[in-house]
């Protein structure tokens, strides 16, 4: 059902929705290789960060680089324009309660069992809701971008130390353990991020990343038609084997990896979640006709959402890496709860 990737041979303009001084990347923005395939075009987005756009926003296209493996949207938004539509988003959509969050279980669970681990930083910390939930056993600092949610943060007692993950690189301080989880897919380039967050951790220390897998069987089916991808926050895309290639790069150990479902769900929610993404990979103009009838049935007023993938929370399509930097180890293994329902690898 999924058509082939095709190889970039030009540097043609693909139809935008909207200019905002965009620019089409030709190399990868990783590694640099002119090895690349499109995958396919990404759906146009209509809201960001939870506020809804005055105009569309284009989607572009899904770009794999055969080299490392790097997945990014392309052409992209310049910095300057991400960053005023992340301050311009609405606060509660990075909103979650702990037990939502099977991410920040397992993270919570390796810290807990390691009685080395006395510092963390959470880069793209929001609101501090999971250094909160964390404890106060620990020095906890923070990095955010929205002014709304550092102060947030701060009012939780987490030390604000950077509103912009530049200030990685002019840190004084280094931490035991970097967290960034649900935050490499909102930078331009990767693996000069985990570069950054390797700076900010201690020799031996270790750094957890979590986000999605384009590795992942649902992912590999849909393509750039993939509910993940169609956020548009959502700029780059990695997995397993781009981990691997970069961590080799960077001179980084990978000590554990594992996916997880974002929201896991019951048999029968999975169920549907899953058919309907296959019939809008088959059928995606009669799904979005099916959507405008029903709505019209129901008396409520079209949405251009009706015109995106349906959401696949329920599939077990995120990735979480634990890196540790080179160095004197400290006195652990990395163990993962298995009651959390994760898959594990080393």
């Known amino acids: 059902m999924r058509g082939p990737a095709t190889d970039i041979d030009d540097t043609r303009t693909p139809n935008n929705s909207r200019n905002l001084g965009i620019k089409i990347k030709m190399t990868c923005p990783d590694c640099d290789s002119a090895d690349l395939s499109r995958i396919g075009a990404i759906p146009d987005a209509f809201e960001f960060a939870g506020t809804k756009l005055e105009s569309p926003l284009a989607g572009g296209s899904l770009i794999r680089c055969n080299t490392c493996c790097l997945h990014w949207r392309s052409p992209q938004p310049e910095k300057a324009e991400l960053d005023a539509l992340y ?29 080395g681990i006395t510092s963390v930083l959470d880069v793209g910390c929001f609101d501090g809701r999971f250094l909160d939930h964390l404890g106060a056993d620990y020095h906890r600092a923070g990095i955010e971008v929205h002014p709304l949610a550092a102060e947030q943060a701060a009012s939780k007692g987490i030390q604000i130390i950077g509103n912009d993950f530049s200030d990685l690189d002019t840190l004084s301080t280094q931490f035991d353990v970097v967290v960034a989880m649900d935050v490499i897919e909102h930078v331009s380039n990767p693996r000069k991020f985990l570069e950054s967050l390797a700076k900010a951790t201690r020799l031996g220390g270790l750094i957890i990343v979590s986000t999605g897998n ?8 849909m393509g750039s038609m993939y509910w993940y991808c169609r956020i548009a926050e959502h700029i780059s895309f ?10 080799r790069n960077l001179g980084l150990a990978i000590e554990n990896s594992i996916t997880f479902s974002h929201e896991p769900s019951m048999t029968l929610p999975a169920f549907i979640q899953a058919t309907a993404n296959m019939f809008y990979r088959c059928f995606p103009n009669l799904a979005h006709n099916l959507r405008r ?32 930097r080179s160095g004197m180890t400290l006195p652990f293994r990395i163990v993962a709860d298995e009651k959390l329902g994760a898959s594990q690898s080393v």
């Open 87 to 115: 301050r311009r988003g609405d606060t509660g959509s990075w909103q979650y309660h702990p037990v939502k969050r099977l991410d920040w279980q397992i993270t919570t669970s390796i810290l807990r069992k390691n009685h």
């Open 214 to 221: 384009t590795a992942a069987w649902p992912w590999r089916l």
């Open 238 to 247: 990695i997995n397993p084997r781009w981990c691997k290639y970069t961590a």
């Open 293 to 324: 009838g029903y709505a019209r049935c129901k008396g409520t007023p079209y949405r251009h959402t009706f015109l995106t993938p349906p959401h696949w929370r329920s599939a077990k399509d995120h990735l979480l890496v634990v890196f540790e």
